[in-house]
C-alpha cells in the first residue's frame, strides 16, 4: 500500500472522522429520501413522472442542471487533471462549459416547445415513429450508461480510498447501495423528486467547492500568479506545468486525441438526454431560457474555482503523493481538503469528511438523473410508442418506466461493480462522443432542415452510435495498453481513445446521405408543424 | 425567476389544423421571426465554435506563443483559457438580450393569434 494512501485511510480510519464522513452521507441520504417521499406524495401523472409537473422555475431549473451536470468527472475528474497536468487539465473545463451555448442557442428552446418528455418526442415528430423512436430510445440508454458507469466506478474510487473498503467485496457493496438509492430515488420521486435532490447537491457542491477555493487563495494572500508559480515548482515540471502540452502534447496521435476530445466535449452537452429532459421541467421556453442561462453562471463559475483546487492541489501536495492515492489523481480534491485543514489534526478531517460526503452525493443525483433520463425513454419512446403503438394507458406507462428503472437499476450495479477500476474521465467523455455522434446530427436537421427523412433520421442515430461505440471498443481505451480495460489483450487498431473527430461528421454525414439516397418524400405539413411549434411555442404542453 | 406566463394546464392544448401550420409557416410574419432567430442564432454558433477551435489549436500546435507570460506566472494560455469562458458569458448575455427584445414578442403574437383561432 502506498503512503498516500496510508494517508487518507489513516484519516479515514481514526475511527471518529471515519464516522463522521458516514454522518454526514447518511445526513444527505436521508433528507433526500424525506424529499423523495414528499414529492412522491404529489406524483400522480405523467407530466409530474416525467417532468416534474412542469412547474420549476428558471432558477429552479438552473440548479438542477447544474447540479445533473456538474458530476463526479468534473469535481474529482478536472480537479485532479489539474493537479497532475497543469494546464491541460484546464482544457476540459472550457470544453464542458462553451458546449452549453450550443444547448442555448440551437436546442433548449426549440426542444421546449415542441417535444413532451423525451428527447424522442422531437426526433420522431415529422418522422416515422416507431423506427425513430425505437432508434432515439436506444441512444438515450447506451449513452446513458456510458455516463452511469462512469459514476458508478468514480463511487467505488472514492469509497475505496475514503473509508479504507479496499476488498473486491465492500467495493461491490457499496455500488450495490449506490444503485438501490438511485432506485428509490427514481421510482418514487419521479421527476420532482429528482430535481430536488439535484438542487441540493448543486447548492452543497458549490458551497463546498467555495470554501476550498478560499481556503487555497488565503494561503497565497489571494496572490493567482504566486498559486500558479508554487504549482509549477512543487510539480517538478517547472512553467511547462503551465503550459498545453504536459498531457496531450506528447507525440501527433496525443494531439489528435485532443483535436478530437475538444469536439466530443462542445458538441456533446447538447445530445445528453439526462440534461435535455430538464427542459421539459418549466413551463416555458422562456424558462427554458433561463435555466441556461444560470446553468452557465453556475457551472462557468464553478469550473473557474476547480482552477484553484486543482492548482492548489499541485501547489500543496507532492505529486507523489496524488498519484499513488489514485492514478488519475480522483482523490486529489478529497486529499486538498485534508492538506488544507492540517494532516493529523480534526480540522483536516472534517473538511475531508465534509469534501468526501459532498462527492457521494454529486455522484448519487448524478446517477438518479441519468436512471431516470433512460428508464422514461424507454417507457415513452419504445414501451409506449414502439411495443403498445400508442394505445397504453398512462397508468401502465408510468408502471413500465418504474420496472424499467429498476431493471437500469440492476444492470448499472452489475456493469457498475464490473467498472470499479475503470477511469472515470474517460468513460465520460466516451458518453459524450456518443451523444455528439449519435443525438445532436438528428436534432439539428429535424428542427432546422426541411428535406431530413425517417431514412436520414435512422442512418445518422444509427451509424453515429456504431462508428462511435465500434472506435472505442478498437481503441487503446478496451484493449493494449496498461491502462486499458482489458491490458493482457491487445486487439486495437483505432489509435485515438475518443472517437469524435471521426464518429461525429460520420454522425452528420449519414444524415444527409440517408436522406438524400432513400426515395422518401420528407412530410412537409408535419416540418410546418414541427418549426412554428418550434419557434413559437404553439401548442406546448 | 418568476415567468410571465402562467404555468400550462396539464391537458395539452387543442392543436390548430396542419394546414393552419403550412399557412402560418409561410406567411411573412412567421418569415420574420425566422430570419431573426436563424440570422442571429446560425453565426454565433459558427463565430463561438470556430474560436473554441482555434483555442484547442493553438494548445496543440502554438505552445512556444502560448507560454509567452504576461505578468508574473501568468502567461497567454491562461489568459486565452479565461477569455473563452469569459466570451461564453457574454454571448449568453448578447443572446438572451436579443431573444427578449427581438424574438419573445414576435412569438407570442403568432402563438395567441394561432391558439385563439384554434
Known amino acids: 500500500m502506498s503512503p498516500a494512501q496510508h494517508t487518507l485511510i489513516a484519516a479515514g480510519e481514526a475511527s471518529q472522522h471515519r464516522t463522521l464522513i458516514i454522518t454526514l452521507f447518511a445526513v444527505f441520504v436521508a433528507a433526500t429520501l424525506v424529499i423523495t417521499i414528499w414529492a412522491g406524495r404529489q406524483t400522480k401523472d405523467a407530466a409530474d413522472f416525467y417532468a416534474g409537473g412542469r412547474q420549476f422555475t428558471g432558477f429552479q431549473n438552473g440548479l438542477a442542471v447544474s447540479g445533473d451536470y456538474m458530476s463526479a468527472a468534473s469535481f474529482l475528474g478536472i480537479a485532479g487533471a489539474i493537479a497532475l497536468f497543469g494546464y491541460d487539465g484546464f482544457l476540459y473545463s472550457i470544453g464542458f462549459l462553451v458546449a452549453w451555448l450550443v444547448a442555448l442557442l440551437l436546442v433548449a428552446e426549440p426542444l421546449r416547445n415542441s417535444g413532451r418528455y423525451t428527447m424522442g418526442d422531437v426526433l420522431a415528430y415529422r418522422m416515422r415513429q416507431r423506427p425513430v423512436r425505437t432508434a432515439a430510445g436506444t441512444s438515450t440508454i447506451v449513452v446513458s450508461i456510458f455516463y452511469l458507469l462512469a459514476q458508478m466506478a468514480g463511487a467505488g474510487v472514492l469509497v475505496s480510498l475514503l473509508l479504507g473498503i479496499t476488498s473486491d467485496g465492500g467495493k461491490i457493496g457499496i455500488v450495490a447501495l449506490v444503485g438501490v438509492l438511485m432506485i428509490v430515488y427514481v421510482t418514487i420521486g419521479g421527476m420532482k423528486g429528482t430535481t430536488w435532490v439535484q438542487m441540493v447537491k448543486a447548492v452543497l457542491l458549490i458551497a463546498g467547492a467555495l470554501l476550498l477555493t478560499f481556503l487555497v487563495l488565503l494561503k497565497f494572500h489571494f496572490n493567482i500568479s504566486d498559486l500558479l508559480g508554487s504549482a509549477a515548482d512543487n510539480s517538478a515540471k517547472g512553467s511547462a506545468f503551465l503550459e498545453p502540452g504536459l498531457k496531450y502534447g506528447a507525440t501527433g496521435t496525443t494531439k489528435l486525441d485532443f483535436i478530437s476530445l475538444g469536439i466530443a466535449l462542445v458538441l456533446g452537452t447538447a445530445g445528453l438526454p439526462h440534461i435535455l429532459i430538464r427542459f421539459y421541467t418549466v413551463p416555458t421556453a422562456k424558462a427554458a431560457r433561463k435555466s441556461v442561462i444560470w446553468a452557465i453562471g453556475l457551472i462557468g463559475a464553478f469550473y473557474l474555482m476547480t482552477l484553484a483546487l486543482g492548482f492548489g492541489a499541485a501547489a500543496l501536495i507532492k505529486p507523489d503523493e496524488i498519484i499513488a492515492s489514485n492514478k488519475a489523481g480522483n482523490t486529489a480534491a478529497p486529499l486538498l481538503a485534508l492538506h488544507l485543514g492540517g494532516v493529523d489534526s480534526n480540522w483536516g478531517a472534517i473538511l475531508l469528511a465534509t469534501i468526501s460526503a459532498v462527492a457521494f452525493a454529486t455522484i448519487l443525483a448524478v446517477v438518479a438523473g441519468l436512471t431516470l433520463a433512460s428508464s422514461s425513454s424507454f417507457a415513452h419512446d419504445i414501451y409506449a410508442n414502439v411495443i403498445k403503438k400508442g394505445t397504453a394507458t398512462e397508468k401502465q406507462e408510468l408502471g413500465a418506466a418504474r420496472w424499467a428503472t429498476v431493471g437500469i437499476g440492476a444492470v448499472s450495479i452489475v456493469l ?123 401548442g406546448a404542453h | 425567476m418568476a415567468t410571465e406566463t402562467p404555468p400550462p394546464s396539464k391537458t395539452p392544448t387543442r392543436l390548430p389544423a396542419t394546414e393552419a401550420f403550412v399557412a402560418e409557416q409561410e406567411s411573412a410574419e412567421f418569415g420574420e421571426l425566422r430570419r431573426s432567430y436563424r440570422s442571429f442564432a446560425f453565426p454565433l454558433t459558427v463565430g463561438f465554435i470556430a474560436w473554441y477551435l482555434l483555442y484547442v489549436l493553438l494548445s496543440n500546435y502554438a505552445g512556444d506563443f502560448m507560454g509567452t507570460k504576461l505578468f508574473g506566472n501568468i502567461n497567454v494560455a491562461l489568459v486565452l483559457g479565461l477569455a473563452q469562458f469569459l466570451t461564453t458569458f457574454l454571448i449568453a448575455w448578447w443572446y438572451s438580450r436579443h431573444a427578449a427584445a427581438k424574438l419573445d414578442p414576435k412569438a407570442e403574437a403568432i402563438k395567441s393569434r394561432m391558439e385563439g383561432g384554434a
Open chain 1, 416 to 538: 457498475g461493480a464490473l467498472a470499479r477500476d475503470l477511469n472515470v474521465a474517460g468513460l465520460v467523455a466516451l458518453a459524450f462522443a456518443v451523444a455528439a455522434s449519435a443525438n445532436l446530427p438528428t436534432i439539428i436537421y429535424s428542427l432546422f432542415w426541411k428535406r431530413f427523412t425517417t431514412s436520414g433520421a435512422l442512418w445518422s442515430i444509427y451509424g453515429g452510435l456504431v462508428s462511435a461505440v465500434g472506435l472505442v471498443l478498437f481503441s487503446p481505451v478496451v484493449s493494449g495498453k496498461p491502462t486499458s480495460m482489458f491490458p493482457d489483450v491487445d486487439f486495437h487498431w483505432f489509435p485515438l481513445e475518443n472517437p469524435g473527430i471521426i464518429s461525429i461528421p460520420v454522425g452528420f454525414l449519414l444524415g444527409i446521405l440517408g436522406t438524400y439516397l432513400s426515395k422518401e418524400e420528407p412530410d412537409a405539413g408535419k416540418y410546418a408543424e414541427l418549426e412554428v411549434r418550434s419557434l413559437t411555442g404553439t
